[in-house]
């Protein structure tokens, strides 16, 4: 069993930059694509960010966070990062992980098999 577990988020004024963190309890992290999604309330889930198994290529979703989020990892520790700067009121979510066995950069919800619980972000204005 796959277990990922998300903290970082908090409450935070416009402007400000926020760190997520995703830990997977999983030997073999490295064989897992992982990405980050949020879902704002009343909305459905979207893609943010995707990153391959080696971490050498990366994925984001359109203008709304390309420029402003990065996603990273650290294979030697099991975890997958966003780095979230500028923040802006609409970022306001709750931001999941997910793993994929899948190749390359999914950005289809559907292609993950393992998510977090996640991690609620607000920005106020």
């Known amino acids: 069993q796959v277990q990922l577990v998300e903290s970082g988020g908090e409450v935070v004024q416009a402007g400000a930059s926020l760190r997520l963190s995703c830990v997977v309890s999983?030997?073999?992290?490295?064989?897992?694509?992982m990405g980050w999604f949020r879902q704002a309330p009343g909305k459905e889930r979207e893609f943010v960010a995707a990153i391959t198994r080696e971490g050498t290529g990366t994925y984001y979703a359109d203008s709304s966070v390309k420029g402003r989020f990065t996603i990273s990892r650290d294979n030697a520790e099991n975890t997958v990062y966003l780095q979230m700067n500028s923040l802006k009121p609409e970022d306001t979510a709750v931001y999941y992980c997910?793993?994929?066995?899948?190749?390359?950069?999914?950005?289809?919800?559907?292609?993950?098999?393992?998510w977090g619980q996640g991690t609620q972000v607000a920005v106020s204005s």
């Open positions: 997910a793993a994929t066995l899948s190749l390359g950069l999914p950005v289809q919800a559907s292609q993950y098999s393992y």
């Open positions: 999983k030997n073999r992290f490295s064989t897992y694509a």
